[in-house]
């Protein structure tokens, strides 16, 4: 599986970014997704997830309420809209897939993702 990750950027706090992944090799319907990010000297940080199965979604505290992740299987993608962005929201943004079904509260653990996608970066300033 191979994921594309794209539509980070520059942005003013307080606006709205749109991150799109794409994925390739394995039939998308089959894959749970999830976002997380990280920033230089710090942990990789669980952003959300998405459970195809019962399309429920998961949301770390810090963003939940600004954030929100959905798919479209017709596009073999996954997006993050994230609105009201804050100067803590900068970072490297990583999409990641789970092949299988996972329990929903393990998939805020990076361990458990199969595959990666390159990052795209994400940086609130003025």
């Known amino acids: 599986v191979q994921l594309q990750a794209s539509g980070g950027g520059l942005v003013q706090p307080g606006g709205s970014l749109r991150l799109s992944c794409t994925a390739s090799?394995?039939?998308?319907?089959?894959?749970?997704m999830g976002w997380f990010r990280q920033t230089p000297g710090k942990e990789r940080e669980f952003v959300a997830a998405?459970?195809?199965?019962?399309?429920?979604?998961y949301y770390a505290a810090s963003v939940k309420g600004r954030f929100t992740i959905s798919r479209d299987n017709a596009k073999n993608a996954v997006f993050l809209q994230m609105n009201a962005l804050k100067p803590e929201d900068t970072a490297l943004y990583y999409c990641?897939?789970?092949?299988?079904?996972?329990?929903?509260?393990?998939?805020?653990?990076?361990?458990?993702?199969?595959?990666w996608g390159q990052g795209t970066q994400v940086t609130v300033s003025s």
């Open positions: 990641a897939a789970i092949e299988g079904n996972p329990i929903m509260s393990t998939m805020k653990d990076g361990n458990r993702y199969d595959y």
């Open positions: 090799g394995r039939a998308f319907s089959s894959l749970e």
């Open positions: 998405f459970r195809r199965s019962n399309r429920a979604t």
